[in-house]
């Protein structure tokens, strides 16, 4: 750490806090740090996140080194990440309204709404 200012866990979440932003807030990171005896460094960094909103959580590798070589990473990664749109976006883009009505056994609301998309 010679020669360098040392960084704050404060500073070290609001750089992961502002990537999480640039990526549209989808998932999280999690961040692993060991630090030895002697002083040495070993961090990485993930992202978990659901590739849809019904899939179990997915894990995708961000970086691994130095915290400095990690937060690089980071934002590299955030700067190439492309956030899915929801199906519920899609709708609301495309001006549908979700179909709230009636489930399967006709008597409650479906717990995932639906959209009915008609085509002549």
């Known amino acids: 750490m010679r020669g360098r200012k040392a960084m704050t866990i404060e500073e070290v979440q609001a750089r992961i806090r502002a990537a999480?932003?640039?990526?549209?807030h989808e998932g999280r990171f999690a961040l692993t740090l060991t630090l030895t005896?002697?002083?040495a460094e070993d961090c990485y960094?993930?992202?978990w996140f659901r590739p849809d909103p019904h899939a179990f959580e997915d894990c995708r590798a961000v970086g691994s080194g130095t915290i400095t070589e990690c937060l690089a990473a980071l934002?590299?990664?955030a700067a190439s990440y492309r956030?899915?749109?929801t199906q519920e976006e899609i709708g609301r883009t495309l001006g549908l309204v979700p179909d709230m009505g009636k489930g399967p056994g006709g008597d409650a609301a479906p717990e995932h709404p639906r959209f009915l998309i008609a085509a002549e």
């Open 45 to 47: 960094i993930t992202h």
């Open 83 to 85: 956030r899915r749109p």
């Open 75 to 77: 934002d590299r990664y």
């Open 20 to 24: 999480h932003a640039r990526i549209g």
């Open 37 to 39: 005896l002697d002083g």
